[in-house]
């Protein structure tokens, strides 16, 4: 089997914002006849005072607008991204047709694109790079973390959401798409030829002491056999500790994570979850494949969603030692309403909570050792004070 290098790629980030919402538990609900499936209330937005008053504006709009090649089609669909938008949830999202093939394609680990990770500036409200896969054109292109996308094929990214920017970067493969990037202050454009893209989830090393590392960049289908390959890697070449990097890792597949959380955690609650009416749903682990090993896990303000079902499990658990800083704070999930003519609407629909009942939106996991990353000297010669203080604990333990 081949060993898979360190590609640390931790991100030296001032801020994460809404954008680690790509990443989230995706369930697909059917609509019939208009009505959810899903026994849901009926509102009384769509009445006759409101139908009016949109047929008017739309009479203002064809009748007064200074140019008569209104876009019909698209004034339609802003109607259903404005109705979505006035939640001002930063997860819940009106997908296109397109958006929704994006989505669901990412969620399996494998597209056409650039290969790196699209968030959003919190402070600039648009859409940046946040992490560049190993050996991808963006890499090639000369990008780097922190690179704001200000156009994309001519189109300007502002008010965009990430879903709608990663949706004009993808494409078919072989094909090239018109960047324009800014980066410290200064814009910078490139062309960008897409390529088959295989996000490469997991990464893996043996260490000296026989310490095992292995880094998780997100939770996608493919992480799973990833996962277990780079485990039995580490345990055939001797492994006495595992440090388990999350560091970063913005969530993904609800599911995979689970399939995780089973090979590590003992029998017991792994997560469970709570809608608006108090309905809890519980996942449990059998422990028949609990890790042995001594495990110290990695976390900073990055870690988000899905890292933080796996982290909060490890440390209620006592299965691990969390180092680090406190995670993200994203715990809800969202569900992907299918409506049934190619284009979803995707919506939260409940809160997750650790095995003891603690919340994690807008509070996060806390670590059990605090270490904050010195920066400037990961910047000067790439050492790492966070990894250095998981091996100091992990060797205690042997």
Same mark, same amino acid.
């Given at each position: 089997?081949?060993?898979?290098?360190?590609?640390? %790629?931790?991100?030296?980030?001032?801020?994460?914002?809404?954008?680690?919402?790509?990443?989230?538990? *995706?369930? !697909?609900?059917?609509?019939?006849?208009?009505?959810?499936?899903?026994?849901?209330?009926?509102?009384?937005?769509?009445?006759?005072?409101?139908?009016?008053?949109?047929?008017?504006?739309?009479?203002?709009?064809?009748?007064?607008?200074?140019?008569?090649?209104?876009?019909?089609?698209?004034?339609?669909?802003?109607?259903?991204?404005?109705?979505?938008?006035?939640?001002?949830?930063?997860?819940?999202?009106?997908?296109?047709?397109?958006?929704?093939?994006?989505?669901?394609? &990412?969620?399996?680990?494998?597209?056409? %694109?650039?290969?790196?990770?699209?968030?959003?500036?919190?402070?600039?409200?648009?859409?940046?790079?946040?992490?560049?896969?190993?050996?991808?054109?963006?890499?090639?292109?000369?990008?780097?973390?922190?690179?704001?996308?200000?156009?994309?094929?001519? =189109?300007?990214?502002?008010?965009?959401? +990430? +879903?709608?920017?990663?949706?004009?970067?993808?494409?078919?493969?072989?094909?090239?798409?018109?960047?324009?990037?800014?980066?410290?202050? =200064?814009?910078?454009?490139?062309?960008?030829?897409?390529?088959?893209?295989?996000?490469?989830?997991?990464?893996?090393?043996?260490?000296?002491?026989?310490? %095992?590392?292995?880094?998780?960049?997100?939770?996608?289908?493919?992480?799973?056999?990833?996962?277990?390959?780079?485990?039995?890697? @580490?345990?055939?070449?001797?492994?006495?500790?595992?440090?388990?990097?999350?560091?970063?890792?913005? %969530?993904?597949?609800?599911?995979?994570? @689970?399939?995780?959380?089973? &090979?590590?955690?003992?029998?017991?609650? !792994?997560?469970?979850?709570?809608?608006?009416?108090?309905?809890?749903?519980?996942? /449990?682990?059998?422990?028949?494949?609990?890790?042995?090993?001594?495990?110290?896990?990695?976390?900073?303000?990055?870690?988000?969603?899905?890292?933080?079902?796996?982290?909060?499990?490890?440390?209620?658990?006592?299965?691990?030692?969390?180092?680090?800083?406190?995670?993200?704070?994203?715990?809800?999930? &969202?569900?992907?309403?299918?409506?049934?003519?190619?284009?979803?609407?995707?919506?939260?629909?409940?809160?997750?909570?650790?095995?003891?009942?603690?919340?994690? /939106?807008?509070?996060? *996991?806390?670590?059990?050792?605090?270490?904050?990353?010195?920066?400037? &000297?990961?910047?000067?010669?790439?050492?790492?004070?966070?990894?250095?203080?998981?091996?100091?604990?992990?060797?205690?333990?042997?």
């Amino acid at each position: 089997m081949e060993k898979k290098s360190n590609n640390l %790629g931790i991100g030296i980030l001032i801020g994460v914002c809404a954008s680690v919402a790509l990443f989230c538990v *995706i369930f !697909i609900v059917m609509l019939s006849n208009g009505t959810l499936l899903l026994g849901a209330q009926k509102s009384n937005l769509m009445d006759e005072q409101v139908a009016k008053k949109i047929s008017t504006v739309d009479s203002v709009l064809h009748n007064y607008y200074y140019k008569t090649d209104i876009d019909d089609e698209a004034v339609t669909e802003g109607i259903y991204r404005g109705m979505v938008a006035a939640l001002k949830d930063p997860y819940s999202e009106y997908y296109s047709k397109e958006e929704l093939d994006a989505v669901m394609n &990412q969620t399996q680990g494998i597209y056409y %694109g650039i290969g790196a990770y699209v968030g959003l500036d919190e402070e600039m409200q648009i859409a940046k790079i946040v992490g560049v896969f190993e050996g991808s054109p963006a890499e090639a292109a000369g990008l780097m973390e922190g690179d704001l996308i200000i156009e994309v094929a001519g =189109e300007s990214t502002v008010g965009m959401s +990430t +879903t709608e920017v990663v949706t004009l970067i993808k494409g078919e493969e072989g094909t090239s798409v018109h960047v324009k990037f800014s980066r410290d202050g =200064e814009s910078f454009e490139r062309d960008i030829v897409r390529k088959k893209i295989e996000s490469p989830t997991v990464s893996h090393e043996m260490m000296e002491d026989e310490i %095992g590392y292995l880094r998780i960049s997100e939770f996608d289908e493919i992480t799973v056999t990833q996962f277990e390959d780079a485990m039995a890697d @580490l345990r055939a070449q001797g492994m006495k500790g595992l440090i388990l990097d999350l560091r970063d890792n913005p %969530g993904g597949s609800v599911s995979a994570v @689970l399939e995780i959380a089973r &090979q590590i955690l003992p029998e017991g609650l !792994i997560v469970y979850t709570e809608d608006r009416e108090g309905n809890r749903e519980e996942q /449990h682990c059998d422990g028949k494949r609990a890790i042995k090993e001594p495990l110290v896990v990695l976390i900073n303000g990055n870690s988000a969603s899905a890292s933080e079902i796996l982290s909060g499990a490890i440390k209620d658990h006592g299965t691990g030692t969390l180092v680090g800083t406190k995670t993200f704070g994203k715990g809800v999930i &969202q569900r992907i309403i299918d409506l049934k003519d190619g284009t979803a609407v995707k919506i939260t629909i409940s809160s997750y909570f650790s095995p003891k009942g603690n919340e994690i /939106h807008e509070v996060g *996991i806390s670590p059990d050792v605090e270490c904050e990353l010195d920066v400037e &000297q990961y910047l000067e010669d790439g050492s790492d004070n966070q990894l250095e203080r998981a091996k100091e604990i992990l060797k205690q333990e042997f």
